[in-house]
């Protein structure tokens, strides 16, 4: 008898393997990011909001804002698109993986919006105060 092959129905529900990948890398990039391994004047420090991996672990999406809000967010995404070689280099040598994935890097605008709206409802807020 031969062993059984695990189908998607036999996995845990809504658990993939991409999704541990990502935490994976976007903890390896944090590691690498913090310890000033990207010498780009360029790359100054960022939150990682997001990192999505495709089901065939090639590519990896990296949303990402400067910390604080500080930053130019043009020019940090300029140097991490240089660094991208080094950083996949730096995730092999941190994690277990038959092909690492392409980084892809972008800004997350996201984060804008809801400071945006944030700000907008406490002007209502305030107007409401004022009015009532």
Same mark, same amino acid.
Not at 21 to 39: D, F, I, P, S
Not at 69 to 83: F, T
């Given at each position: 008898?031969?062993?059984?092959?695990?189908?998607?129905?036999?996995?845990?529900?809504?658990?993939?393997? $991409?999704? %541990? *990948?990502?935490?994976?890398? @976007?903890? #390896?990039?944090?590691?690498?990011?913090?310890? /000033? &391994?990207?010498? +780009?004047?360029?790359?100054?420090?960022?939150?990682?909001? $997001?990192? %999505? *991996?495709?089901?065939?672990? @090639?590519? #990896?999406?990296?949303?990402?804002?400067?910390? /604080? &809000?500080?930053? +130019?967010?043009?020019?940090?995404?300029?140097?991490?698109? $240089?660094?991208?070689?080094?950083?996949?280099?730096?995730?092999?040598?941190?994690?277990?993986?038959?092909?690492?994935?392409?980084?892809?890097?972008?800004?997350?605008?996201?984060?804008?919006? $809801?400071?945006?709206?944030?700000?907008?409802?406490?002007?209502?807020?305030?107007?409401?105060?004022?009015?009532?």
């Amino acid at each position: 008898m031969g062993r059984r092959r695990r189908t998607a129905a036999h996995r845990a529900p809504g658990f993939r393997r $991409a999704d %541990r *990948v990502a935490g994976e890398v @976007r903890a #390896a990039l944090v590691e690498v990011l913090q310890a /000033g &391994g990207v010498h +780009d004047p360029r790359v100054t420090a960022v939150t990682l909001t $997001a990192v %999505r *991996v495709s089901d065939d672990l @090639r590519h #990896a999406w990296i949303d990402f804002v400067p910390l /604080g &809000g500080e930053g +130019d967010a043009a020019a940090i995404l300029e140097g991490l698109e $240089a660094a991208s070689g080094f950083l996949r280099r730096q995730i092999g040598l941190r994690l277990r993986l038959k092909v690492l994935p392409a980084l892809h890097f972008s800004v997350d605008e996201r984060i804008d919006d $809801a400071v945006r709206l944030a700000a907008l409802l406490e002007r209502m807020e305030e107007q409401r105060g004022e009015d009532g």
